[in-house]
Each structure stands twice: as C-alpha cells, then as structure tokens.
C-alpha cells in the first residue's frame, strides 16, 4: 500500500517527499525495466504519472466506480481525470482515497464557466474560480495536480487565459496546467504569452488519439513537445468503442452506441467508413491472436508504443473490462517493429510530417 498522507487533506504528498511511484511500482510489480514502461513523466515536467490513466465513469453506479477506482489504484494506476461531467460519482468515491498519497489527481472543465466570473473576482464581488473550487470541494480536496482548459474559448484572449491559469497554481489550487482539445497553434501561442509575460505556460495537452485518429498526436505535438516540452495525455484509445470488436456493422442493444445522445456514434459505425474500418479491425484481429491478446489491449498498447504520449486515459464500465484494458502493459513489448509496421499496412492512414516529405 502507498504510505498515508500525514496531514488532514485527503490526497498527496509531493512525490520528491515520499518517493516515485516507480519505487513503488518496482517493490510490487517487478524490474526497473517494467517500471520504466508503466510510469512517464507528463511531457518535460517532473510528474511522474502511470502511462495508463482512468478516465471516463460517468454510467457507473457508485459502487462500481468505487471498485474501478479502487483496482486500479491497486494496479499501479496513479493518474484519475476527474472531468466535472463524473461530478455525481466521484463526489462520493473520493473519501475512501484520503489515506494515499501519490495519487496524481487531474481536473476538468470548459474554462469558459471560470472566465465568467473572472471579472467579477477583478471587482472584489466575492466571486471565485467556480468550475475548479466546486470540483475540489466534491473531491474534498485542497488542490488538484492538474487542471485542464477544456477546448478554447474564441471570446478570451490568450492573455487572460494564462493569467488566469497562472493564478489558479499561485492560489495553491493546482500544481500545473493543461489544455484539452486545443490547437497546436493555440496552445503555442499560450506558451509565448506564459513566457512574455512571466506567467506559467500548460505542461501537456489532452488529445483523442487511437488507431483511426492520429494525425495530432503523430505529427502535431511532438513537434510542441521538441520545442516547449508539451506532453501528450491521450483518451478514447478504442475510438468510444469501436476498436473493442462489439460493432460489427451493427449496434447490439445495451451498447454505447445504443444510448440516448450517441446517435453520432451509430451514425458513424452504420456509415461507409464505419464499414471499412471493421473490414481493417477483422484483420487486426487476427493480429491480436497471434500475440495472445485481445483487440482491445492491442489497441491500447499501439497507442502506448508511441514515446510521445505520457499517458492513456482507460474507460471501463466493469472490472473486468479494467483488468482487461490494464493487461494491455504486457501486449506493448510484442509490439515489434515488424509488427508495427504490418498494423500500420493495414491501416493505411499513417500520417506523415513535413520533414518525412522533405527526405
């Protein structure tokens, strides 16, 4: 078990107090060479987070959340997104985690409901960050290690983002910040302002990434990360499902995709594309049995073979499904180059970068 914290406040001490979770990890999982693949570092700063994240868990009872949190905290996970959108289950599963203390704790929320009040703070009207002190209070915590700008807000300018941003971790409320869903542009242009202006730039960016969807985190960020050390946080590596192998042109009942507000989903897994991808994740599949593994967890680990991405935020609606998604770790050193290459045949969308067209 992870040591207790020795103060009142339900989550961590600093990981240079008490050790990296990779000591940890070692101790009870095996080699530094393991421990090496199961923590990174969350792009060039020195958190140490799991290369595998929970993230979404929103259709959870409270009981089964409690469990998926619990399992993976005892796998090793050390990285939880919780996005305001879990409020309702995460509020009440936070407490059995106030002895741990190397838990990496990320929050989530469209910035736009904070700037609204930003000017109101400005005027001294008692008014505060409300979309991140509302997240800590259901978490009953007193800072989170990572608070992400949930997609850019065109009516706010960079400056007061960043200030903005800068303040958040001033106040003590985070230890850094990120971006999800922003351009490479933007989040470059946060970092000049952050450097202009003595303020403190996003540590890393929050991207889909999976095996239909890679141009960003292939080509995009690893550029941002040479250049001012951005990292990349990855979700949806089975595309909302769709690599899991369920939808095989059509949406059983009790899918995701069967759900009310995904008719997006089963438009697209009905669709022409949708039909050629599951053409491509039949002969994945195959590749899968050769390596003793399921789709899923080649999915997983494919996106885990990518150097660039800090860490894979998992969905599960079950404890088996973790286990599963978790065993992908042991699928990622098969993953050769001779069998990266024939995946990416079969894909046929590896993106390519200006400098691959220039040699």
């Known amino acids: 078990m992870y040591p207790e914290s020795t103060t009142d406040s339900p989550a961590r001490l600093s990981l240079r107090q008490t050790g ?22 969350l792009g060039k ?16 009872t409270v009981c089964m959340a409690e469990q998926l949190m619990t399992l993976a905290y005892e796998n090793g996970i050390n990285l939880f997104d919780t996005a305001e959108v879990y409020a309702a289950v995460l509020a009440t599963v936070s407490k059995p985690f106030k002895v741990c ?97 003595n303020q403190i730039p996003p540590i890393c960016e929050q991207a889909e990434y999976h095996m239909f969807q890679r141009e960003k985190v292939e080509v995009q960020l690893p550029e941002l990360f040479h250049k001012i050390g951005v990292g990349a946080m990855t979700w949806s590596p089975l595309a909302c499902g769709i690599i899991s192998g369920k939808y095989d042109g059509r949406v059983p009942p009790y899918s995701r995709a069967s759900l009310k507000g995904y008719q997006w989903l089963k438009d697209k897994i009905l669709s022409e594309e949708g039909r050629r991808q599951q053409a491509k994740l039949k002969e994945l599949q195959a590749i899968a049995e050769r390596l003793g593994c399921t789709l899923p967890q080649l999915a997983i680990a494919w996106c885990l073979r990518n150097e660039g991405v800090s860490s894979v935020l998992l969905g599960a609606s079950n404890t088996d499904q973790l286990m599963e998604n978790i065993g992908a770790i042991q699928v990622l050193p098969k993953l050769s180059s001779s069998i990266t290459h024939e995946v990416d045949s079969i894909l046929g969308n590896k993106p390519y970068s200006k400098k691959d067209y220039r040699s």
Not at 21 to 38: C, D, E, N, T, V
Not at 45 to 60: A, D, E, F, W, Y
Not at 117 to 143: H, I, M, P, W
């Open 101 to 197: 203390s190397l838990i990496i704790l990320c929050t989530n929320f469209l910035y736009t409901l904070i700037f609204a009040v930003t000017a109101l703070l400005l005027l001294n009207c008692g008014s505060y960050f409300a979309g991140l002190k509302a997240s800590l209070e259901r978490l009953q915590l007193d800072y989170v290690d990572v608070v992400f700008a949930n997609r850019p807000d065109p009516n706010t300018p960079m400056e007061e983002t960043v200030r903005a941003m800068t303040h958040v971790i001033n106040q003590g409320m985070a230890m850094y910040w990120g971006t999800s869903r922003w351009s490479p542009m933007e989040i470059m242009e946060a970092y000049s302002v952050a450097r202009q202006f």
């Open 45 to 60: 700063s020195g958190l140490r987070v799991s290369c595998l994240g929970l993230g979404k868990i929103t259709r959870q």
């Open 20 to 41: 990296s979770p990779g000591m940890i990890y070692s101790a009870r999982y095996g080699s530094p060479k393991r421990q090496l693949q199961f923590y990174r570092n």
